[in-house]
Every structure is written in C-alpha cells, then in structure tokens.
C-alpha cells in the first residue's frame, strides 16, 4: 500500500508569511496553440517541502549535492496530536530505531489553509531534537510548517547535525495504523537550499 503525504501544488498555494506567493498558470492552450503548457512561480518552501542545511546555516552545499540514500529511509510515526509541543518521552528511545525517517502527526494539518496554520502550530523541544540527533534520524517530517519560531534554533540543531526537515505533509494520521513502513522524499533535482518534495509511505508487510 502506498500513502501520499504531498499537499497538492496549484496557483496560490498558502505560503508561510513574507514568502512569494505560489502562481500556476495554463500558458498554452490546445484549441489556440495546438499544445497544452502550464508555468510554475514557487518559492522552495511552499507546500511540502524538504529544508536543507543551507536555509538557515552557512553550509555552502545545496540539496541536490547530498546523497539519494539520505531521502529514502524506513520510517516512524510519533502520534503527538493534540499537544502543545513535540516533547521527550522515554518510550521514543524504543520507539525510534536508528538512521530512521521519523514523521510527527501533530494534527495540525487540519488547519491547511487557515491562518492560524502559520501561526498557532506546536514546536519541537531542545530535548526531543537531541533525540533525533542521537537516533542519527535522517529527516524529521512533519503536518506543520515548521518545527520551531524565531529565531530557529531547532532548524539550527538539526541542519548541524545531518538532519533534514520535511514540513507541510498531509496524511499522516493514516500512517499509524502501519507496523512498518518505508519513506521515499525525494526534493527536486534543483540548485537551491530546499526544494518542494514528493514524498509517500509505502507499508511493509
């Protein structure tokens, strides 16, 4: 069974405040132009999306340089809905196994498309953070748009420690009714700090 955990792309596409907005538009037209074409205007943090390093660091290397095998990963999913932040808990030591994928259902995507979106979601503690930097985790996913406020220092931690973070998933909950299941979340091959991503579950009997 395959899950996707991608929110749709289309013309305007809520953004995190102060970004570009998202433009899609048909360009061409069949009856017109005798083919079809559409353009996209999105800022890499859009939708769902992987962050790289470079987005809040001074790393010089852009996603595309790191290594497939960092986006494709076996995954874990930590129900965490309902609280007001991603706190340490014992249970994760077993709960995580090493080098995994880890996914947060915080349910907060229900809120897509709201204001308070942007606004009112749950952050990650220093110490779960720590975890993940123990369990070696390779990304950090998440039904929210971020895993911390200003001034980042979560993104911080994490980007220092190998750990990238995919935010604005949907989908999650279906996740936690699996035993076991693999995350692919492959950014587009582009030159830039992040890239939008499509990422999905794929369960494991």
């Known amino acids: 069974m395959m899950i996707d955990l991608t929110r749709l792309i289309h013309d305007g596409l809520p953004v995190f405040p102060g970004d570009q907005e998202?433009?899609?538009?048909?360009?061409?037209?069949?009856i017109s132009d005798s083919y079809t074409n559409h353009q996209l205007s999105i800022?890499?943090?859009?939708?769902?999306h992987i962050d790289g390093p470079m987005h809040l660091t001074d790393s010089d290397r852009y996603l595309h340089e790191f290594?497939?095998?960092?986006?494709?990963?076996?995954?874990?999913?930590?129900?965490?809905?309902?609280?007001?932040?991603v706190e340490y808990k014992p249970m994760y030591e077993e709960k995580i196994g090493m080098g995994q994928i880890v996914v947060l259902h915080?349910?907060?995507?229900?809120?897509?498309?709201q204001p308070e979106y942007f606004?009112?979601?749950?952050?990650l503690t220093q110490a779960f953070a720590e975890l993940l930097e123990r369990k070696q985790a390779k990304?950090?996913?998440?039904?929210?748009?971020?895993?911390?406020?200003?001034?980042?220092?979560?993104?911080?931690f994490l980007f220092g420690h190998g750990i990238f973070i995919a935010e604005n998933l949907t989908?999650?909950?279906?996740?936690?009714?699996?035993?076991?299941?693999?995350i692919t979340a492959l950014p587009l091959l582009i030159r830039a700090d992040s890239s939008p991503a499509r990422i999905i579950a794929r369960s494991i009997e």
């Open 139 to 156: 990304m950090v996913c998440m039904d929210m748009p971020s895993p911390d406020k200003y001034p980042f220092d979560v993104h911080k």
């Open 22 to 30: 998202t433009v899609l538009a048909q360009t061409r037209h069949l």
């Open 171 to 182: 989908n999650t909950d279906r996740l936690l009714s699996l035993t076991s299941f693999e």
């Open 119 to 123: 606004t009112d979601y749950p952050v």
């Open 106 to 113: 915080t349910g907060h995507g229900r809120l897509w498309g």
């Open 43 to 48: 800022n890499m943090h859009a939708g769902t």
């Open 67 to 85: 290594s497939l095998d960092r986006f494709i990963g076996n995954g874990c999913i930590l129900d965490v809905s309902h609280e007001k932040s």
